[in-house]
């Protein structure tokens, strides 16, 4: 395999680039008027389960942005219907489950994740896109905090009422929950690189909700052994959190070669929470993207400038695209940054 | 007026205290029998509207807690009525307003407040519990960028989108509205003084979701001006906001004598942040009052210990009660901090 464009790998690895790489979390989806069409044919699910139309879906950003990296199509629920969970992802709500897991009996009840057994259809995506990409592919999955949120919770939530309180009532089973998360995680992230893919995002999104003192108690272990457990597969590793800058130093420690940030801490604050030798991707607030084209340059510029000589810096929201986005926006914003910049000038 | 107890005065002074002061946001709420079956009969507005059952209402849980300190039993939204605004307080989503406030036009139409005229039952209920309290009142009102939020969106929102893209889009509009706003609570903050109120909460809520540079763009000017009219008051000023620990630096330099904190950054990081010559006020993670005594127990303990010795320190959750906490819990945390906290020993 050789990739035409490997600068998104290069600044992971903290290597000169020629050009600040960019891709953007949530690259694919509703702002694209061709996603839009797709889905009046199909649900999300489907798309990820049809390995051609899957890998067109995300392709498409790739060529109609110019951005540096592909990241595939799919959710972080995806690994949690084999392991026996029943989910709908719903429209403007996020994933529900009928029966949260909330007793050791519900969470002994969770199957060991067989991702080429069980998951056949994101492994096939994963080769057909390898094939045709010029650019990196980016294999993902939820991580275990998140993902037992929405286990826990049954709904998305603002509180996490019901998983800070199985938390903190029941962490044996709170610990053998994450366990076996991390195993479908680890495993599900396994599978992905044997497939193919050059790197892989965590996306531990919500676990902000948290303080360092429950991070460290009940998720940094968790979050250790999964760093530990790909480590050898030798590829970049982003691990990302929102509204978690006060958890930046602890999200270090767990692992990862690069750290991504929301837009609310500053690069130049956040580096200084995780130290050397680690990269940063991030971190415009997606909002930014429905402001004037003058107002957004400013911003996308001042993040280069505020960055400007280090390596590893990848450019990427600081969330997910949202779905009424300007296509255009996204656009000059991968024009902006790469006329702009890059660590060797 | 003599309080018999001035504790949590004495801490927003940072003069020594024999133990240190505890009170909670939303105190007064569903969490209590006696609110759930009032609000059977009345709304929430209802009751701000009726002086003896808003005083009621806001007196109950200092005796059935022993904090030492009330709050005015309202609601940020509160002033928005007379100064134009149409809104509903939905259970179980919050603030919806059916026509948003978007345009120049829609500003330009806010009607000055004038509290004695257009609130007389706050301040009514305000000089009936100053007369009745042992302990201080607090008087309240919200962020300037918080009570925008709600105008702008129409409803609460995670992404802030709206008003985001009007903020960066139309700053001449956002500027006047933030004005008008600022102007409103000044005055509603000055009435609440001038009726009885012993202290000042500023409850920016929802300010974390904006980055240092928005903040200190878009906010800070209006902050700034809102400290600096009600300082001759001569009362202490809690400024709060939630998740907003990347924020802190900013959120002092506007003002207020006391910085109120949610319960993700560690108290002795925020005095970091915040520097000498302020009170911290927090923060304790609201759903841990769920969790077992010996668990709640510990981290009252650590929150404690870890400022031990330090003055300035109001014990508060880092967000309000919840509508499902246990009231035991909320009592045995006051007894324990009234066991343990103090400066002197």
């Known amino acids: 395999m050789s990739l035409k464009n490997d600068r998104f790998l290069r600044a992971c690895r903290l290597e000169p680039v020629d050009r600040t790489p960019v891709w953007f979390m949530r690259q694919a989806g509703r702002y694209q008027a061709e996603y839009r069409s797709l889905r009046e044919r199909y649900t999300l699910l489907e798309i990820c389960r049809e390995p051609e139309l899957c890998a067109q879906v995300t392709a498409l950003p790739v060529r109609q942005l110019g951005v540096d990296a592909a990241i595939l199509f799919s959710d972080i629920m995806v690994p949690l219907g084999p392991m026996g969970i029943d989910y709908e992802l719903k429209e403007n709500v996020g994933p529900v489950i009928e029966n949260p897991v909330r007793t050791l009996r ?28 010029d650019v990196p592919l980016i294999g993902f999955a939820g991580g275990p905090f998140t993902l037992a949120s929405y286990l826990i919770e049954g709904k998305p939530t603002r509180t996490f009422i019901e998983t800070k309180t199985l938390m903190y009532s029941e962490p044996t089973v709170w610990h053998q929950l994450l366990q076996r998360l991390t195993d479908g995680v680890v495993r599900h992230l396994r599978a992905q690189v044997e497939a193919g893919a050059h790197a892989l995002q965590i996306f531990d999104s919500w676990v902000g909700a948290l303080d360092p003192w429950d991070y460290r108690t009940y998720v940094l272990p968790h979050m250790r052994r999964l760093f530990a457990q790909t480590a050898d597969l030798g590829v970049p590793r982003i691990h990302f959190g929102v509204g978690a800058g006060h958890l930046l130093p602890l999200m270090r420690e767990a692992g990862g070669e690069v750290i991504g940030v929301d837009w609310r801490v500053p690069l130049p604050v956040a580096w200084e929470q995780v130290g050397e030798g680690v990269g940063l991707q991030g971190n415009l607030d997606p909002v930014l993207l429905f402001s004037p084209e003058e107002t957004l340059k400013a911003r996308v510029g001042a993040i280069l400038e505020s960055v400007r000589g280090r390596r590893g810096h990848i450019f990427n929201l600081g969330h997910g695209v949202l779905p009424k986005t300007p296509p255009d926006a996204l656009k000059r914003v991968v024009e902006w940054v790469h006329q702009r910049g890059g660590d060797e000038r």
Chains 1, 2 share one sequence.
């Open 106 to 133: 519900d969470v002994q009840a969770l199957r060991p994740l067989e991702p080429a057994e069980d998951l056949p259809y994101v492994l096939e995506t994963i080769r057909l896109l390898v094939r045709e990409l």
